[in-house]
């Protein structure tokens, strides 16, 4: 009982202090300091990621110029809920502003974003023992099978089917970052003083391939080249 009691008293205190950090976060964004916003967001949205705390902390991190940590904080709230129709059109008007490109998904990326990303183990968790359940039921029961448990085991099984590239598409697409800073180089060689490629913008998408050190190898839509890890951000956890 005294460990529960312990628990809740942490659980109680955890909650009051993100209230407050989301509070102290809305009275700096409303008063024009940007940076303390932004500050305060990030520290509620590390004590417990959500996606209105993310699409407050892109709106306050595009208000101080940061467009790079507002697209990332901005596609990071769409992951946690692809419904924030709020991310969603800060999103298109970034870019539109700033001349950037949405990342390219595949079809099973795409199917992916339909829901909230952990919600498609739970979809395949349940619609698989549904479909497991109807099947064995009648001769745990010894009953003939029934044509209402023949369809729900399909539909369970046709449910199941469908969040296997789901699942695939979660992980992929996990993979994606976004560079934070402008003028970013991408180079040939995991070092500072190897040549650029090219140089990015802040906000332009890419895809982790693998990490060396303090650089990332990505593949943008153009190429492949090389990036320090602190000016790329994935969009569902650090790295």
């Not at 008063?31 to 990621?49: C, H, I, K, M, N």
């Not at 968790?125 to 729900?152: E, T």
């Amino acid at each position: 009982m005294r460990v529960l009691f312990l628990a809740m008293v942490t659980f109680a205190a955890q909650g009051a202090s993100l209230d407050q950090t989301f509070k102290e976060g809305a009275t700096n964004y409303y008063s024009g300091d940007y940076p303390a916003a932004s500050e305060t967001f990030r520290q509620a949205a590390a004590l417990q990621p959500a996606s209105g705390t993310l699409q407050n902390l892109g709106n306050a991190e595009w208000q101080r110029g940061q467009a790079g940590l507002a697209i990332l904080a901005w596609e990071q709230a769409l992951w946690l809920d692809p419904l924030n129709r709020s991310a969603h059109g800060n999103l298109r008007f970034a870019r539109k502003v700033a001349q950037l490109e949405a990342p390219e998904l595949t079809w099973y990326e795409v199917v992916s974003t339909w829901l909230p990303a952990d919600w498609w183990g739970w979809i395949a968790g349940a619609s698989l023992w549904l479909a497991v359940g109807m099947v064995l039921m009648p001769g745990i029961l010894r009953r003939p099978k029934a044509a209402w448990q023949q369809a729900v085991a399909a539909l369970g099984l046709a449910v199941f089917l469908l969040s296997i590239p789901a699942h695939v598409g979660v992980y992929t697409r996990s993979r994606l970052g976004f560079v934070l800073e402008k003028n970013t180089p991408l180079r040939l060689t995991p070092t500072t003083e190897a040549e650029a490629i090219t140089q990015l913008a802040a906000g332009d998408p890419a895809r982790l391939k693998r990490i060396r050190g303090n650089f990332v190898l990505v593949q943008t839509s153009r190429s492949v080249g090389w990036l320090e890890k602190r000016r790329f951000g994935l969009i569902c956890s650090g790295y």
